[in-house]
């Protein structure tokens, strides 16, 4: 892993400490992305998407004066139907894509995007070769051929991973493949070959861009959603990832825990040992509740000594297995050597009968309290 690390580091020229050596996996894959960035960068990838379609339904019917002038009378009347018919899709896009923050919405306005261009490059291509054309004609049918290129071109802007690169840019290299095989009785193959070639390098560094770009949005995601002092989720991040797993988990009908944890007589450790012994303390915990949490579990610093513990697809009887499994395991120490303890509500959205993340997080929180009266170091549930 720490040698994929150093790779990627050198090819997209990432400085040390930008992205982590068990993110480095995230470049390839959308699959390991947590859902807050997942989120956020479904929202970037639709926000470029009907950015690049209000470009082009402005463009491509104003190229419509340009064949007026240049092209056979019936050349130009179908292009210019294919271009309206083309506008009018780029229009719709600009309206219509959603905007929901769910990565396969992208997805689709995404393909929307590159297959309007694509067949219409194909069209074009096959009514070209219908017409034997000269001069400043040829000039501009040539110019016809440079739509791959633009395409392929754009992928620059949009941040995706190594897969996601060739899925996209793979349908387009094999439409400029199938346009000239449709003509192959006059294509020159020399000339295919070396276009092709050319297009296949532009798909390269494309992607690699593309790629520098989602490294950079990690890296960047990261520095934001972290609290600086503790590497916990900040406040905000953790509503937001709250809100996420609720909608999610009402969806698919599952449980979803939230413990809401206290540290007992944390003001103590700061009076007696002063704020950097409590900030030592603070991260002790973090350190030993990262080690004891399960793959989706989220832990949010929710604001001085308290913290937000998320469990997806946990019922109230896992969360609180999974919670007397971290106490057993012990919270830490604190500066005088004693063991450290927390008080912990915990509530759970099916069992709570509680759909709305302020609610629940009340109710973990008003739990939390009692188990600071019935005595601190324990769990309650209800």
Sequence with gaps: MRITHTIWRRILGLLPGEIASNETGWLLSPHQHMPLLQQRRALMLVNRVRLFSLLFALLTPLWI??????????????????????????????LWCPQDGQLSGAYRGMTLLFAIPTLFYIGSHLLMTQY???GVSAAIGTGYAFLPFVLLAAFSIFPLTLIENLAFATPVLLAYAIAWSLDWSVASWPSFGGEFWLLSLLASVSSLASISQLAFIIALVGQ???????????????????ELQLVNAERNQMPLAIAFIDLDHFKSINDAFGH??????????VQKTLACMRRGDVLVRW???EFLLLMPNTDMIQARLALDRLRQQGLGLRPDGTPLTASIGLAERLADKCNHRRQ??????????????????????D
């Design 303 to 305: 604001g001085g000594e």
């Design 360 to 381: 629940l997080v009340e109710i973990a929180d008003a739990r939390m309290y009692q188990a600071k009266q019935q005595g601190r170091d324990r769990v309650v549930s």
């Design 224 to 242: 934001t959603i972290r609290d600086p002092l503790t590497t916990a989720f900040s406040r905000r991040s953790g509503i937001e990832m709250l």
């Design 132 to 134: 034997h054309l000269e």
């Design 65 to 94: 004066v340009v064949d007026v002038m240049t092209l056979p009378s019936g050349l130009w009347q179908m292009l210019a139907t294919m271009r309206v018919l083309a506008t009018i899709a780029f229009v719709g896009l600009v």
């Design 276 to 285: 950097a012994a409590g900030d030592k303390t603070l991260k002790q915990l």
